[in-house]
């Protein structure tokens, strides 16, 4: 059900401005290559390149920039929108039959029916994978079958799949340590290591051949809009000049440096989480992940509202019960931003823009996902130390099963 929705939806909408993105992003690559594309990108706002996506990404916008001029596709709709969008809808789908084999088949994850129903129909997924238009489903479905091929002992598997999960978008890098250091524990290091380290030299060849700074630079130096979510967004209602910014280049430099804190904050506990947590069960591997992005969302200078679907299958297999009331809240945050791009329903173009009174409309909603994810960190970590009164919050010590 949830499946043919999001085609119905993607079939009959355009998206939001990240499908015009995109399709810009296609003639230039098209047109110009890819060095040009990466060089110059494309520009909203300001007078710097946004493309910040590693090479997958581009060749699969070139493909389909190629397919959608196809008369035969526009004969059948299969137009631009619906095919950046189609990626993801197959993904969603990809997940939810590997989590309903899970639950069927493995006594340490017995996932509710009714949690499972929700994560088949969530409404966040609705809003991003079928209206939104960009990659991040694909991003979720790659990270999460390296994870569930930890699970299956198949470290051959868990590194290609991590490595094609880097290659849409970068942020599964963040996890490298949980994955790397479950393996190692395992001594299967190796063969976890040569597939990602190979498919991820190969996926690169180009950029990191041709014009290795300017791809690094792009792809791993672009951070979210500031002010827009969590910490940040306070810092910003305090309207002091110093933290008055929302691109994520050109802060002023008090914003700059808080933002750099919460970065390396956020990779430093991810660190902790991936070492002390290396030599407990298979399973732990995705509740390290669902904690680390916990983490992340709780103390992120700043996210874009897609990414409210990086976190959900982890969450799920954590704590069904946090699952659902973090897809409440996200609905509703997720509502009111696109209902407030689009002008109102029916949703059929929503663009986004950083000009203050939209920004007061939708902005203040992100407090309910990020509060939620505060109160099940609190909960979480009690629950935690209940099972084990010797749990310290701030150690290297190495967990093991009892």
């Known amino acids: 059900m949830g499946l043919m929705l999001k085609v119905v939806i993607a079939f009959n909408t355009f998206g939001?401005?990240?499908?015009?993105?995109f399709y810009t992003f296609s003639r230039s690559l098209a047109d110009h290559g890819l060095e040009w594309t990466?060089?110059?990108g494309i520009v909203w706002f300001s007078g710097?390149?946004?493309?910040?996506?590693?090479?997958?990404?581009?060749?699969?916008?070139?493909?389909i920039g190629h397919?959608?001029?196809?008369?035969?596709?526009?004969?059948?709709?299969l137009t631009f929108p619906f095919l950046l969008r189609l990626p993801g809808i197959v993904a969603d789908f990809v997940v939810v039959l590997v989590l309903v084999q899970l639950s069927a088949t493995d006594a340490r994850f017995r996932i509710p029916s009714w949690a499972l129903a929700l994560f088949a129909i969530s409404p966040v997924s609705l809003m991003v994978s079928g209206f939104h238009g960009n990659t991040d489903p694909v991003?979720?479905?790659f990270l999460f079958l390296a994870a569930y091929m930890c699970l299956r002992e198949r470290p051959i598997l868990s590194g290609i799949f991590f490595a094609l999960s880097c290659q849409?978008?970068?942020?599964?890098?963040l996890f490298l340590p949980i994955i790397f250091f479950f393996w190692l524990a395992r001594g299967a290091t190796m063969r976890f290591t040569i597939p990602f380290v190979l498919l991820s030299v190969t996926m690169w060849a180009e950029p990191l051949i041709k014009f290795p700074t300017l791809f690094l630079k792009n792809v791993f130096s672009y951070g979210s809009f500031w002010g827009e979510w969590g910490f940040t967004y306070w810092l910003r209602l305090t309207q002091l000049p110093q933290f008055n910014g929302t691109r994520p280049f050109n802060l002023p430099w008090s914003a700059a440096a808080v933002a750099l804190l919460f970065k390396v904050g956020i990779v430093a506990a991810v660190l902790v989480i991936a070492w002390r947590r290396r030599y407990l069960r298979e399973r732990a591997v995705i509740d390290s992940i669902a904690c680390a992005w916990i983490i992340f969302f709780v103390f992120s200078p700043g996210i874009c509202v897609q990414y409210m679907v990086w976190l959900a299958p982890f969450i799920l297999i954590l704590s069904p019960a946090l699952y659902a009331w973090l897809v409440f809240t996200s609905s509703v945050f997720l509502f009111f931003f696109y209902n407030t791009i689009a002008g109102g329903l029916p949703?059929?173009?929503?663009?986004?823009?950083?000009?203050?009174?939209?920004?007061?409309l939708w902005v203040p909603w992100s407090l309910w996902p990020w509060a939620t994810?505060?109160?099940?960190?609190?909960?979480?970590?009690?629950?935690?130390v209940a099972a084990d009164p010797l749990l310290r919050l701030f150690s290297l010590q190495t967990l093991r099963e009892p």
């Open 16 to 21: 939001t401005n990240d499908v015009a993105a």
């Open 38 to 40: 990466y060089r110059n």
């Open 48 to 63: 710097l390149p946004i493309f910040n996506h590693p090479p997958l990404t581009a060749y699969y916008l070139q493909l």
């Open 67 to 77: 397919v959608s001029r196809q008369e035969f596709f526009r004969s059948y709709g």
């Open 139 to 141: 991003v979720v479905m």
């Open 168 to 173: 849409v978008k970068v942020i599964p890098f």
């Open 347 to 360: 949703w059929y173009i929503a663009i986004s823009t950083n000009k203050l009174d939209a920004l007061n």
């Open 373 to 384: 994810l505060i109160f099940g960190m609190i909960l979480l970590w009690k629950k935690a």
